[in-house]
């Protein structure tokens, strides 16, 4: 019965390529903006796995630009240089057996990723032009994203509009704040938490999840796209599943298919609409304060900094995992798409010299049920200790990294 209820919901093919445009919705009018923080998703990337016998063709060109820094005559200048992957399906015989075709790497921002963060970037500029400068400056504007290349290349497209080079002054080249993959909070971090890996295990196993998929058109779906792909049995969420097959959709690439069989478009919406059902129990605040809890202590506290200096604007360069993450702290529904290019935004509002905030998903105003009175807005002052209060102690997490060196591999292709 639950599943039945549950599927009427996503009766509709749901779209998780792109955002379906909504109205933006100004604050009353007795409210003043003062901040905003803004968490965007990546744009349009190529899938995070290939398969074996990999039918699909992605096309990327830059994987990345470098800049390189010379002394010449005691100044310090730069010239770019720029990665192309080559896939050649003839001669390599791992191409041939392990990788679709083109010159995408798995997980890499394809132009489609570019443009929509182009587009965004001019958004995001026209809605918030009454608290931006005229001209880009460091000390106003706050720009912080993960290591990954996709979220820095969606970062770079986004300034592209936001502040083109002629409204940048002397700052030609922008800063952009990350932190190393292995220590990074603004996505799960599963080696530095663990027990993120341990409660995802136990929510797989949860009778809720186990009665979802033991319904016969997923359990029909979910062993197909095992035979045909080779992904191994899910240890938690469907992600990789839905993964395999949406990158596809959304280039109109064909189906993953073996030798035997094709995955079609049934299987697909039954897996997607499974692992978005799932994600009330894969995000839920137990898990999520795991998962996001320590970016949104770093969030709240670049807040609190901002309302009481000068920064109006702060930009998160992200995952559709960080969105989630926050919206199942703040008991927001987990259960919706979250889209290439999706953007949460929280924007701070004063009144009667009290600080206030409210929450915006893809321009939609979010309920706010966490402490939210009136007009969907909350105190700062009561969302910042609701939101605190679900920030866990790092003790939690059932460290291992104290027992090995934090190592990377593979870092620069590491999309």
Known sequence: MLF?????????????????????????????????????????????NSYKGDNGKFTCG?????????????????????????????????????????????????????????KLGAHVRELYKSILPEVFDPELIHLRSSGKIRTLQSMEAFLQRFYPIKERGKYTDLEILTRPY??????????????IKTLDTATAQSEEVINLRSNENVTKAYNKIKRVTGIADATGDLYDYVDMMAARVCHN??????????????????????????????????????????????????AESALNGKVVYQHYSAHDSSIYGILGLLGEDTTQPIPYASTLAFE????????????????????????????????FEEFETKLKAQVPQYSECGNTLSQRPISRKGWYTRN
């Open 4 to 48: 039945l209820l549950l599927s009427l919901v996503f009766s509709t093919p749901v779209d998780i390529c792109k955002v379906t445009p909504t109205p933006y919705e100004s604050a009353p009018v007795d409210y003043k903006l003062k901040y905003v923080q803004l968490i965007a998703r990546h744009g349009d990337r190529t899938p995070s």
């Open 62 to 118: 830059y994987v990345e630009e470098s800049h390189i820094y010379q002394e010449t005559s005691g100044k310090v200048s730069h010239t770019a240089t720029s990665k192309t992957s080559l896939i050649d399906k003839k001669k390599n015989p791992y191409a041939i057996n392990y990788m679709w075709e083109g010159s995408c790497e798995p997980g890499q921002l394809t132009p489609e990723g570019i443009s929509m963060h182009y």
């Open 182 to 195: 292995e220590i990074e909070s603004l996505k799960p971090n599963k080696d530095c938490c663990p027990i």
């Open 253 to 302: 690439e064909k189906y993953p298919c073996n030798d035997n069989e094709c995955l079609d478009e049934s299987d697909y919406e039954t897996i997607l609409d499974e692992y978005l059902i799932e994600n009330k129990y894969f995000y839920a605040a137990g898990s999520a304060k795991y998962k996001l809890g320590f970016f949104v202590d770093e969030m709240l506290a670049d």
């Open 348 to 379: 701070y509002l004063t009144k009667d010299g009290v600080n206030y905030v409210r929450a915006l998903l893809n321009d939609k105003v979010l309920p706010l049920r966490l402490c939210a009175k009136e007009n969907n807005i909350c105190t």
